[in-house]
């Protein structure tokens, strides 16, 4: 890429300054896991709070989000006063597993519900149709029916975003990445951008540096690949049979649905959009499995709209009197081929998905001033073996599968979205995190290991 970021590199268009996938980081108040991690890298940033965080719009109600559990929970008990043990039994097993996740305890539960859909772990707590999608609507946010997307996923995320917070950098996600990139010059790395790498070279079973394609070669005794595991294990490292194994893993691994994201810088005023919530995601009704049908057969009308205001907490992103909204949907890759290779079918779709994003913006679309999609502003997210998939598909069979960030091949790493955390910012952290650590242990044991690379 000729920018930094991955998934999260900005880019402008006058004046509006869009992140493609940011909406916030969960888990990163003060003193939490992702500010520490921040933190014990020389990063020191200011973050907004977010409060209410997500609206789950149904016809017959509004379902808030906010940052306090203890208050979700009784607004459902309110709402659904004979289900009142259940909810109680769904939230203390959900709070039990992820504990167990995220502290490492060991857990009969884990072993209990690890099989489970979201859909499947609601069903064994309450009965009423309305309450199970309510509890289960994340699901949609991530872009998956409750009855296909696993209850650990959408457990660990929403637990998280509980238990230490929601917030939004200050200046945005590409505040971190700027911070990054400085404290990797400072330290005397070199960060570098168009500078696509072709071949990860092995000698021996090793690794032993990069080859890049304008055929210039870096020599190195350790390579972290945060490239989609399907490129890394296939095109980069060709033929080579130590990665034979982790090849015929990755094959049977689905990657995730494609995102189509419509950018749209809109005129403020008269749109509920500075106090609201910061995440809104619109229903056709409370059959998650039925509109996750209609999303993936381009019937959107029927499906769910997730609608992202990042100016909600960083007003700064766009121009004065102005606001930024995003519109996403996840289709098949049939479908993300043909709209990114059709301007006009792009066109079509996100005027589609600005009518329904209506429902949680009234007014959208009489308000819109720049209109660009994922077609025009990020193509090169769609490669050719991704087509823009975050990550896996994190379904409850492939959880368990999913690669780890040390290879067969000596020196070898990955990090990111492709490895065992899965995807989400907080995800990609604690994945680096991860790999850091494993590769101190590892290396330090090697017997010619010497100094530091």
């Given at each position: 890429s000729d920018r930094l970021g991955g998934f999260q590199h900005r880019f402008e268009r006058a004046g509006f300054r869009f992140e493609p996938h940011f909406h916030f980081l969960q888990d990163a108040a003060p003193g939490r896991p992702v500010r520490e991690l921040l933190r014990g890298l020389g990063v020191d940033l200011d973050f907004v709070r977010l409060d209410p965080v997500a609206l789950f719009r149904f016809a017959d109600r509004d379902v808030v989000v906010g940052n306090s559990r203890a208050a979700f929970i009784a607004a459902l008990k309110a709402d659904f006063a004979d289900e009142v043990q259940g909810i109680d039994a769904l939230f203390e097993a959900s709070l039990a597993v992820y504990q167990a996740l995220t502290r490492r305890h060991a857990s009969p539960l884990l072993a209990l519900y690890a099989g489970d859909t979201m859909d499947a772990f609601a069903?064994?707590?309450?009965?009423?149709?309305?309450?199970?999608?309510?509890?289960?609507?994340?699901?949609?946010?991530?872009?998956?029916?409750?009855?296909?997307?696993?209850?650990?996923?959408?457990?660990?995320?929403?637990?998280?975003?509980?238990?230490?917070?929601?917030?939004?950098?200050?200046?945005?996600?590409?505040?971190?990445?700027?911070?990054?990139?400085?404290?990797?010059?400072?330290?005397?790395?070199?960060?570098?951008?168009?500078?696509?790498?072709?071949?990860?070279?092995?000698?021996?079973?090793?690794?032993?540096?990069?080859t890049l394609a304008d055929g210039s070669a870096i020599?190195?005794?350790?390579?972290?690949?945060?490239?989609?595991?399907?490129?890394?294990f296939g095109s980069l490292l060709g033929a080579e049979p130590a990665a034979a194994g982790a090849r015929q893993q990755i094959a049977s691994l689905q990657p995730f649905r494609s995102p189509f994201c419509v950018y749209l810088g809109v005129r403020s005023a008269g749109l509920d959009l500075q106090d609201g919530a910061a995440v809104r995601v619109a229903f056709d009704g409370y059959d998650l499995q039925a509109q996750d049908a209609a999303q993936l057969r381009g019937d959107i009308e029927h499906a769910p709209v997730s609608v992202g205001v990042p100016t909600r907490s960083n007003p700064g992103l766009a121009p004065a009197g102005h606001a930024i909204v995003i519109l996403y949907t996840f289709v098949e890759r049939e479908r993300?081929?043909?709209?990114?290779?059709?301007?006009?079918?792009?066109?079509?779709?996100?005027?589609?998905?600005?009518?329904?994003?209506?429902?949680?913006?009234?007014?959208?679309?009489?308000?819109?001033?720049?209109?660009?999609?994922?077609?025009?502003?990020?193509?090169?997210?769609?490669?050719?073996?991704?087509?823009?998939?975050?990550?896996?598909?994190?379904?409850?069979?492939?959880?368990?599968?999913?690669?780890?960030?040390?290879?067969?091949?000596?020196?070898?790493?990955?990090?990111?979205?492709?490895?065992?955390?899965?995807?989400?910012?907080?995800?990609?952290?604690?994945?680096?995190?991860?790999?850091?650590?494993?590769?101190?242990?590892?290396?330090?044991?090697?017997?010619?290991?010497?100094?530091?690379?």
């Open positions: 069903a064994r707590f309450v009965r009423d149709i309305k309450l199970r999608a309510i509890v289960s609507a994340w699901s949609a946010y991530f872009g998956y029916g409750s009855a296909h997307i696993a209850a650990f996923a959408i457990i660990v995320f929403s637990e998280a975003c509980w238990d230490g917070g929601i917030h939004h950098p200050v200046g945005g996600i590409a505040s971190v990445v700027d911070a990054l990139k400085a404290r990797i010059e400072a330290a005397g790395g070199t960060v570098r951008t168009s500078a696509a790498v072709r071949q990860i070279r092995v000698d021996g079973g090793r690794v032993c540096g990069v020599d190195a005794d350790l390579v972290v690949s945060s490239a989609d595991a399907i490129s890394t993300i081929e043909v709209l990114l290779r059709d301007g006009a079918a792009a066109r079509a779709y996100a005027d589609r998905l600005i009518r329904q994003a209506e429902r949680v913006v009234p007014g959208l679309g009489a308000n819109v001033v720049l209109l660009e999609t994922s077609a025009g502003a990020t193509p090169q997210l769609y490669t050719a073996a991704t087509q823009g998939a975050i990550g896996w598909a994190p379904t409850p069979g492939q959880l368990p599968m999913l690669p780890a960030c040390q290879t067969p091949i000596g020196g070898l790493y990955l990090a990111g979205q492709w490895t065992q955390t899965g995807a989400g910012m907080n995800n990609v952290l604690a994945s680096a995190a991860i790999a850091a650590a494993t590769i101190a242990a590892a290396e330090d044991r090697r017997p010619e290991a010497s100094g530091t690379s």
